[in-house]
């Protein structure tokens, strides 16, 4: 069971560049979520998707898009790298809200740098 | 907006003293409130939960006490040990959402 994965680990981009975050979890949970952590900073959620087919914004979601078509992957796409999106990109999923045992579980991060 | 604030941003301490981080949040209305503990590289990993009826939460050399009247959460650590050297964050689920508010963290440093 290998719960949050992501990938790439590490990337360094350009300016410009476009890529491809990928976060995939195997245990069947419908709720998904990417955020970013800023040095000295909390958490902040980007984008989150509570199912299959369904997706809505967080808390600072410009420029990143996301799509969820399979319940285990959840991609994060960035479409112009800029230098305000270097950050530690964390995926996380959870069972459905309101279970007594409610929780996210955190893939290992990808740490992003674009200059 | 729930603002979650953690003080200090950094602690030091010596192998064998108590550990006591603090969280405190602006908006008592929550569902609950979670302590994470971060290594570096690493993702977050629970350590406790605790439900807004909850006064405090138990598992082994740690302890969280929640007290939602005053907007106050903190992490006991017993007996602090090297391994115990972490960043350790508390986030809170509003009562009216699941999406939680992070703090910026706590980062330990127990000394051998």
Partial sequence: NAGV??????????????????????MNHNYMYWYRQDP?????????????????????????????????????RLE???????????CASSILPGQSTYEQYFGPGTRLTVT | KQEVTQIPAALSVPEGENLVLNCSFTD?????????????????TSLLLIQSSQREQTSGRLNASLDK????????????????????????????????????????????
């Avoid at chain 1, 980007?46 to 990143?64: F, H, Q, R």
């Avoid at chain 1, 112009?80 to 964390?90: E, G």
């Avoid at chain 2, 008592?28 to 977050?44: E, H, M, T, V």
């Avoid at chain 2, 009247?69 to 115990?84: E, F, K, V």
């Fill in chain 2, 28 to 44: 008592s209305a929550i569902y609950n409130l979670q302590w994470f503990r971060q290594d570096p590289g690493k993702g977050l």
């Fill in chain 1, 80 to 90: 112009l790298a800029a230098p305000s999106q270097t950050s530690v990109y964390f």
């Fill in chain 2, 69 to 112: 009247s005053s907007g106050r959460s903190t992490l006991y650590i017993a007996a602090s040990q090297p391994g115990d050297s972490a960043t350790y964050l508390c986030a809170v689920r509003p009562r009216d959402d699941y999406k939680l508010s992070f703090g910026a963290g706590t980062t330990v440093t127990v000394r051998a």
């Fill in chain 1, 40 to 76: 000295g900073m909390g958490l902040k959620l980007i984008y989150y998707s509570v199912g299959a087919g369904i997706t809505d914004k967080g808390e600072v979601p410009n420029g990143y898009n996301v799509s969820r078509s399979t319940t285990e992957d959840f991609p994060l």
């Fill in chain 1, 5 to 26: 994965t992501q990938t790439p680990k590490f990337r360094i981009l350009k300016i410009g560049q476009s890529m491809t975050l990928q976060c995939t979890q195997d």
